[in-house]
């Protein structure tokens, strides 16, 4: 996985970003289980970068 600074705060995050509206309730009915097997994955394959808005 590639990682870029985010500016000079030290962190480095994934440039590969997850975005979650697709596991959330607005867009899919997935269950619990099922949508934190899918964050387990893109966490597992380096992704440290999770996006996602719930209004």
Do not use: W
């Not at 870029?4 to 979650?20: E, I």
């Not at 596991?23 to 964050?39: M, T, W, Y």
């Amino acid at each position: 996985m590639d990682y870029h600074a985010v500016g000079k705060t030290g962190l480095f995050v994934s440039r590969l970003c997850f975005g979650g509206l697709t596991i959330g309730p607005l867009q899919s009915n997935r269950p619990l289980a099922e949508s934190a097997g899918v964050i387990r994955a893109a966490l597992d394959a380096g992704v440290n970068f999770i996006y996602s808005i719930f209004l």
